[in-house]
């Protein structure tokens, strides 16, 4: 039962650490996509990438913000420095393009203090 | 103080009866369309999706009708079990919209006994 992959589940962190979220897609897609999800804002996409290239991280403040594809096996969403407004659950998910149907991981729920 | 969030819409119907969610999309080149369901801590799920060239699809338990003419989206489920609690997310792809996926706010759908 092939699934999106998410590490870790749960992290608390003080304002102004390092934050480094992970993904594994499910194999053989090549589009994987990060979305933010709070009360205020609902699910909101940060960033997404095909065949490890970015496509679009426009959704991403880029200050703090970088998400990367290291290999086709991993994504990463940092953010440096963490504030307390980045507290919300974030998730990864994978399809075969853009276009096609979205499979959500589980989730990182964020909580900054 | 007060909790200020999204205000999703809810709907409420009794064990048994059918539900019947509502989206409207804004975007005529819309060419493809999914429902997604997002348990209490679980990521949004895949549960039917349908294309422009169709105006009706079913899938065990649930049907989505496509109206290009008035761009309205509906989700029916039949029968609705406890297990159907949850916020229901429609999203399309915009053709125009760097080609992606867009999500809309979604409904909550609550189930009473």
């Known amino acids: 039962d092939a699934r999106v992959t998410q590490t870790p589940r749960h992290k608390v962190t003080e304002m102004g650490q390092e934050v480094t979220m992970r993904c594994q897609p499910i194999l053989g897609h090549n589009t994987v996509f990060w979305y933010r999800q709070t009360m205020m804002q609902g699910l909101e996409l940060l960033a997404y990438?095909?065949?490890?290239?970015?496509?679009?991280d426009s959704g991403m403040p880029k200050d703090r913000f970088s998400a990367e594809m290291p290999d086709a096996t991993l994504a990463t969403l940092k953010i440096q420095p963490s504030e307390p407004r980045d507290s919300a659950v974030y998730f990864c998910?994978?399809?075969?393009?853009?276009?096609?149907?979205?499979?959500f991981g589980p989730g990182t729920r964020l909580l900054v203090l | 103080g007060e909790s200020v969030g999204l205000h999703l819409p809810t709907l409420s119907v009794q064990e048994g009866d059918n539900s019947i969610i509502n989206c409207a999309y804004s975007n005529s080149a819309s060419d493809y369309f999914i429902w997604y369901k997002q348990e209490s801590g679980k990521g949004p799920q895949f549960i039917i999706d349908i294309r422009s060239n169709m105006d009706k699809r079913q899938g065990q338990r649930v049907t989505v009708l496509l109206n290009k003419t008035v761009k309205h989206l509906s989700l029916q489920i039949a029968a609705t079990q406890p297990g159907d609690s949850a916020v229901y997310f429609c999203a399309e792809n915009r053709p125009n919209r760097d080609d992606k996926i867009i999500f809309g706010k979604g409904t909550r759908l609550h189930i009473l006994p």
């Open positions: 998910a994978s399809g075969l393009s853009p276009r096609e149907t979205q499979y």
């Open positions: 990438f095909r065949n490890r290239a970015p496509l679009d």
